[in-house]
């Protein structure tokens, strides 16, 4: 069965310290792994696919990087608009996806 | 079209009653999933069309639930005999290709049973 693991749970940045979140999966035949972004009482709103190891996506403060067990969100120079739950979704190329439980991530000004 | 739509946004019911939730998905898009998210948690899957098949369902979905997407458009999900346990948000999603990895979300109906 396809495991999904994030880590911390909740993480609480001063603006501007940078830092990264963990996904780590057990997944058979991985065809991709993705990340959302997801504010309080909202529907998760995509970020990145990443579909190889060694693969890297950025968007803004944010990037993404992939291995064959796990993948990072680093994120640099955060500002508070950055605070949300951060999910990610192993992909398997069976549907549906699996997602993590997320990581909180308050930014304090 | 500007995204997928749900309604409604919030629902409290008693113990036992019958709740259904609408979801309007981005025109183009084949595909419908439905999730179930609690407090603390990743959103959940419980079933997913495409067009109109039902193509799979969780084990989370028990008897008391029940999707439809009549003519491949809009899906209904239905509760009934509403139970404590079923308050969460329950989010539909959709997209033109899974294997892009892009879902795009409703901002989900919140369902609280008293």
């Known amino acids: 069965e396809d495991q999904v693991t994030q880590s911390p749970e909740a993480l609480r940045l001063q603006e501007g310290e940078s830092s990264s979140l963990n996904c780590s999966y057990t997944v058979s035949g991985l065809r991709g792994l993705f990340w959302y972004r997801q504010d309080p009482g909202k529907g998760p709103e995509f970020l990145f696919t990443?579909?190889?190891a060694g693969e890297e996506k950025e968007k803004e403060r944010l990037k993404a990087t992939l291995t064959k067990k796990e993948s990072f969100l680093h994120i640099t120079a955060p500002k508070p608009e950055d605070s949300a739950t951060y999910l990610c979704a192993p992909y398997s190329g069976n549907t549906p996806l699996v997602f993590g439980k997320g990581t909180r991530l308050s930014v304090i000004a | 079209d500007t995204g997928v739509s749900q309604d409604p946004r919030h629902k409290i019911t008693k113990r036992g009653q019958n709740v259904t939730f609408r979801c309007d998905p981005i025109s183009e898009h084949n595909r419908l999933y439905w999730y179930r998210q609690t407090l603390g948690q990743g959103p959940e899957f419980l079933t997913y069309?495409?067009?109109?098949?039902?193509?799979?369902k969780s084990r989370l979905l028990s008897d008391r639930f029940s999707a439809e997407r009549p003519k491949g458009s809009f899906s209904t999900l239905e509760i009934q005999r509403t139970e404590q346990g079923d308050s969460a948000m329950y989010l539909c999603a959709s997209s033109a290709d899974v294997r892009s990895g892009e879902l795009f979300f409703g901002e989900g109906s919140r369902l609280t049973v008293l």
């Open positions: 990443l579909y190889s």
């Open positions: 069309f495409q067009n109109e098949a039902q193509l799979e």
